[in-house]
Antibody, heavy 121, light 111 residues
Framework: QVQLVQSGAEVKKPGASVKVSCKAS????????FHWVRQAPGQGLDWMGI????????RYAQKFQGRVTMTTDTSTSTLYMELISLKSEDTAIYYC??????????????WGQGTLVTVSS | QSVLTQPPSVSGAPGQRVTISCTGS?????????VHWYQQVPGTAPKLLIY???NRPSGVPDRFSGSKSGTSASMAITGLQAEDEADYYC???????????FGGGTKLTVL
């Protein structure tokens, strides 16, 4: 069965960076794209970007351009999301989510359990 | 400010029917992009509920249904149950932004 297991909670100081991992299993890793989505406390879902594990091509949401880097390690079926220059507003739960395509758009059929990143001085 | 607009909250008694709307524009839903719906119980990750406007993944009860028309979509829940109490999000794609977009979420309360 498909499983996405993310790394544990992180506490960072403003200005620092964080790297969250997401290990996939139960299917062919390079066959599906992935989204990263975040959710600030008490807020809604915020799309951060998409990565193709086959080749590593990425597209980032404009609000995160220049601060986020998404990568993959196909040898371990693991995705990574690094966010730099952290601010208190980056405090959120970060999710990886597998993308499946239906006609015109992709949707997320499997989600990681989420990683809480807290930014505090 | 979300690109897709949902009501902040809806409520209904057990057994009733509720609908949640998702209003977009000509650059996303109105451009023909599909709408997908997720259920999120507080403290857990979102779960896919409806994909491609009106399709249910295996395991999702047929009490949940979706539709799309013009620049809007909606999801209906019939035979409301206490376990349906959760937050619900719509998702689509926005062509000018070339981004996936979510609605702001709707909190469903079962009275």
């Amino acid at each position: 069965q498909v499983q996405l297991v993310q790394s544990g909670a992180e506490v960072k100081k403003p200005g620092a960076s964080v790297k969250v991992s997401c290990k996939a299993s139960g299917y062919t890793f390079t066959s599906y794209y992935f989204h990263w989505v975040r959710q600030a406390p008490g807020q809604g879902l915020d799309w951060m970007g998409i990565i193709n594990p086959s080749g590593g091509s990425t597209r980032y949401a404009q609000k995160f351009q220049g601060r986020v880097t998404m990568t993959t390690d196909t040898s371990t079926s693991t995705l990574y999301m690094e966010l730099i220059s952290l601010k208190s507003e980056d405090t959120a739960i970060y999710y990886c989510a597998r993308v499946r395509y239906y006609e015109s758009t992709g949707y997320n059929d499997y989600w990681g359990q989420g990683t809480l990143v807290t930014v505090s001085s | 400010q979300s690109v897709l607009t949902q009501p902040p909250s809806v409520s209904g008694a057990p057994g009733q029917r509720v609908t949640i709307s998702c209003t977009g524009s000509s650059s996303n839903i109105g451009a023909g992009y599909d709408v997908h719906w997720y259920q999120q119980v507080p403290g857990t990750a979102p779960k896919l509920l409806i994909y491609g406007n009106n399709n249910r993944p295996s395991g999702v009860p047929d009490r949940f249904s979706g539709s799309k028309s013009g620049t809007s979509a909606s999801m209906a829940i019939t035979g409301l149950q206490a376990e349906d109490e959760a937050d619900y999000y719509c998702q689509s794609y926005d062509s000018p932004l070339s981004d996936w977009v979510f609605g702001g979420g709707t909190k469903l309360t079962v009275l």
